[in-house]
């Protein structure tokens, strides 16, 4: 029966974690396309990587700055996470 709760408690753990990330991943397109620097600051403070490829494969900075989406690009550019050379 303990085994059974534990099992049942990890995977509770894990849909949560996953689900954080799908809404982290929408969002952090969405932000970008609404120039929402903001946005994207406190997606990274929460853990994002912003260096995530779009579904189209084009990273977040990439998006930015085609859009342009100057506020963006900026809250990318200041972080040290993310990878300019992509």
Do not use: W
Request: glycine content about 6%.
């Amino acid at each position: 029966m303990k085994q059974c709760l534990k099992s049942l408690v990890y995977l509770v753990v894990i849909a949560g974690v996953f689900s954080a990330h799908a809404a982290s991943y929408e969002g952090f397109f969405i932000a970008t396309k609404r120039d929402d620097g903001k946005a994207i600051e406190a997606l990274i403070q929460r853990g994002f990587d912003p260096n995530t490829p779009s579904p189209e494969g084009p990273s977040g900075l990439y998006l930015a700055l085609r859009e342009p989406a100057l506020k963006a690009a900026e809250a990318l550019i200041d972080s040290p996470r993310t990878n300019l050379e992509i």
